[in-house]
């Protein structure tokens, strides 16, 4: 229901963007969250995006606040991460989700490294 | 930030029960902060088993229960199962802070 893409590898100070196409549900009530895991650690809170019927908002965790924007098209079904100033420790598998509704991605991979 | 705690690892014998907890270190954690527990086996993603203190899904079998118990959020497993054995991460939401992770308790059945 959630597919995540746009990982791979990029330098540091470099920039990327994930996509995640959802289908089988109302993507447009979600409340979707950007999730990461780096290798062998649990899971850290990107950022999220409400639903533009609850206001459209968008809050950051603090590691990625000013670098990272969350955004959503909701005639594409599709949500964003749009990732600059990448860091090293910016390095994670990057969930799509809305943990209320029970909604998760696979996941894709992002390394940063020279 | 929020620092939410869990217990580093569990481990429960087959049909027994366990409960694994989640504290904020901002003080006692209510039904306020939404929590919700997830569950992760190795190489798969997440799946979210309660949702706002003790809701279920479909899936999340009728053994996992939640609650908020003497101030933290608590996932009770009653009659665990080989295939319960994961990573248990719980999440709660901060108003105006957003949302903040546990470190996850290592759940072994044995």
């Known amino acids: 229901q959630l597919v995540e893409s746009g990982g791979g590898l990029v330098k540091p100070g470099g920039s990327l963007r994930l996509s995640c196409a959802a289908s089988?549900?109302?993507?447009?009530?979600?409340?979707m969250s950007w999730v990461r895991q780096a290798p062998g650690k649990g899971l850290e809170w990107v950022g999220r995006i409400i639903s533009k019927t609850d206001g459209g908002a968008t809050d950051y965790a603090a590691p990625v606040k000013g670098r990272f924007t969350i955004s959503r098209d909701d005639s594409k079904n599709t949500l964003y991460l749009q990732m600059n100033s990448l860091k090293t420790e910016d390095t994670a598998v990057y969930y799509c989700?809305?943990?209320?509704?029970?909604?998760w991605g696979q996941g894709t991979l992002v390394t940063v490294s020279s | 930030q929020a620092v939410v705690t869990q217990e580093p690892s569990l481990t429960v014998s087959p049909g027994g029960t366990v409960t694994l907890t989640c504290g904020s270190s901002t003080g006692a954690v209510t039904s306020g902060h939404y929590p919700h527990w997830l569950q992760q086996k190795p190489g798969q993603a997440p799946k979210t088993l309660i949702y706002?203190?003790?809701n279920k899904f479909s899936w999340t079998p009728a053994r996992f229960s939640g609650s908020v118990l003497r101030g933290k959020a608590a996932l009770t497993l009653s009659g665990a199962q080989p295939d319960d054995e994961a990573e248990y991460y719980c999440l709660l939401s901060y108003s105006g802070a957003g949302v903040v992770f546990g470190g996850g308790t290592k759940l072994t059945v044995l």
């Open positions: 089988g549900f109302t993507f447009s009530n979600a409340w």
């Open positions: 989700g809305d943990f209320t509704m029970g909604v």
């Open positions: 706002s203190t003790n």
